[in-house]
């Protein structure tokens, strides 16, 4: 069964600094795997997603994802932290075919941004 | 327009009432979701609706009626709910294919009390 695992419940950084969420996959068969954020009391909104058309994935807000097929990973990565990344950060994946929002979504990882 | 609309936005509720959550999408999406999201967890799969026919149920306790009237629409009638479910129910939409992404509403913040 496909599953994801993201590595640390909380991260902080400083603002300008470097932001790396960390996810991890599990499935037997080529994901798509997708990046969500959660601002408090909020929906989920897309960051960004990965449907094997290419490693580098770009986002918004100036968010990028590599998908690395030998690590089985799928880290999201910003070169400079804003205040208003704070946020919940969700990792989730999807089997292809069929319906596509029935994710699976990793536990979170709550993003601080310290000025 | 890529917006999905739940209302209300907050609802309180005995444990006897029957309410319903209501679910808009305009953007011809024909995959409809409910997910009920804890606190400080994350979502989970209630139910989805391909073509405004339900196709999958994940095991979600009776007292939550899903309905799908149109391909725009989609509701969640509540009754004889515990305290414990209390939470955020957020609707999403989708195309179905490859690789299609699911827009998320704002959710719907249920209190049973």
């Known amino acids: 069964a496909q599953s994801v695992t993201q590595l640390g419940s909380h991260v902080s950084v400083s603002e300008g600094a470097l932001v790396l969420l960390r996810c991890n996959y599990s499935?037997?068969?080529?994901?798509?795997l997708f990046w969500y954020v959660q601002y408090p009391n909020q929906g989920l909104q897309l960051l960004l997603k990965?449907?094997?058309?290419?490693?580098l994935v770009k986002g918004i807000n100036g968010f990028e994802a590599e998908f690395k097929k030998s690590e089985t990973s799928f880290h999201l990565t910003k070169p400079s932290a804003h205040m208003s990344d704070a946020a919940e950060y969700f990792c989730?994946?999807?089997?292809?075919?069929?319906?596509?929002?029935?994710?699976?979504f990793g536990k979170g990882t709550k993003l601080s941004v310290k000025p | 327009d890529t917006e999905v609309t739940q209302t209300p936005k907050h609802l309180v509720m005995g444990m006897t009432n029957k309410k319903s959550l209501k679910c808009e999408q305009h953007?011809?999406?024909?995959?409809m979701y409910w997910y009920k999201q804890k606190a400080k967890k994350p979502p989970e799969l209630m139910f989805v609706?391909?073509?405004?026919?339900?196709?999958i149920n994940e095991s979600v306790p009776s007292r939550f009626s899903p309905e799908c009237p149109n391909s725009s629409l989609l509701n969640l009638h509540l009754h004889a709910l515990q305290p414990e479910d209390s939470a955020l129910y957020l609707c999403?939409?989708?195309?179905?294919?490859?690789?299609?992404?699911?827009?998320f509403g704002q959710g719907t913040r249920l209190t049973v009390v």
């Open positions: 499935s037997s068969v080529p994901p798509y």
């Open positions: 953007m011809g999406h024909r995959a």
């Open positions: 609706y391909s073509y405004e026919k339900l196709s």
């Open positions: 990965y449907t094997s058309a290419a490693t």
């Open positions: 989730a994946v999807t089997l292809g075919g069929g319906s596509q929002g029935n994710l699976i």
């Open positions: 999403a939409s989708s195309h179905l294919g490859e690789g299609t992404e699911a827009f």
